[in-house]
């Protein structure tokens, strides 16, 4: 691998996106368009755009076959890969498992899969926009709101999530974070930029998965907005190293998800 891979794109999957829009453009200052994208076709996919413009993602709202076939609620994200289908066989062949085959879209080619835990995400060679060759996905970024900033993974065996991200994807691990009983917070690097944790599985937590931290302006302004829109906090907000605060929740859909962000 020449190049660790980043989180190059977000997606949230609700079966009502204008309730999402409503939501997220409270909390977050998002605008969800009111429309589908034309080139997603047949599927009602939405963009998500940043007050400065740029994007932060993307809405795929579940219809009732999706809901049917076991879609549920959720976030996930976008690794980027040189080839899509030499890392699908790879995942696969160590023990992880292929849930939406490869596919051509006008933006890329992508796969969703998941790793030998469980934890669902996407690879995607992307098409960048005419203009754009060369540039980087802005989605991810450490310090802004209205991006994500923090990409945590619960999982069943973090000592063996870690190995599995770091053969497949370049990702490093330094320096950890003791929650006494519970485990370690282990800390997960792309080069030199920290990219999130790794942490065990709590209890009450379903299945391995991500949690996005999304970048925020104000905790306490957004935490009120969680509840005034219909969602429900279930963790924080609490203080974290460097002196902002992070805390987790639920969107009135059904979505989890978290938010950092400073108390002013």
């Not at 040189?82 to 995942?91: E, K, L, Q, R, T």
């Not at 006494?180 to 709590?202: C, H, K, N, S």
């Not at 969680?226 to 924080?236: D, K, Q, S």
């Amino acid at each position: 691998m020449t190049q660790a891979s980043n989180f190059i794109w977000y997606e949230l999957m609700t079966p009502d996106p204008v309730g999402a829009a409503a939501f997220y453009g409270a909390v977050v200052g998002w605008t969800i368009s009111a429309d589908s994208d034309p080139a997603a076709g047949d599927v009602d996919y939405r963009m998500i755009v940043r007050s400065d413009g740029g994007h932060a993602g993307g809405v795929l709202a579940l219809n009732a076959d999706m809901l049917a076939g076991g879609a549920r609620p959720g976030w996930l994200g976008y690794l980027d890969v040189a080839d899509v289908d030499a890392a699908v066989a790879a995942i696969v062949g160590d023990g992880g498992a292929v849930h939406m085959p490869a596919t051509d879209l006008p933006v890329g080619r992508m796969a969703m899969v998941a790793d030998p835990q469980g934890a669902p995400f996407y690879v995607m060679k992307p098409v960048p926009p005419e203009g754009m060759e060369g540039m980087e996905s802005d989605v991810f970024s450490v310090t802004e709101a209205q991006h994500v900033r923090w990409n945590e993974l619960a999982t069943s065996d973090p000592d063996a999530a870690i190995a599995f991200y770091a053969r497949h994807f370049g990702w490093g691990q330094e320096g950890e974070m003791p929650m006494g009983e519970l485990g370690a917070y282990r800390f997960i690097q792309r080069g030199d930029v920290g990219l999130g944790a790794v942490m065990p599985l709590m209890e009450g937590m379903p299945a391995p998965a991500w949690t996005f931290y999304i970048g925020v302006d104000d905790i306490d302004r957004a935490a009120a907005a969680v509840t005034a829109e219909g969602g429900t906090i279930t963790n924080g907000p609490m203080e974290i190293p460097g002196g902002e605060y992070a805390m987790n929740a639920i969107d009135p859909q059904g979505a989890a998800i978290g938010l950092v962000g400073p108390r002013k």
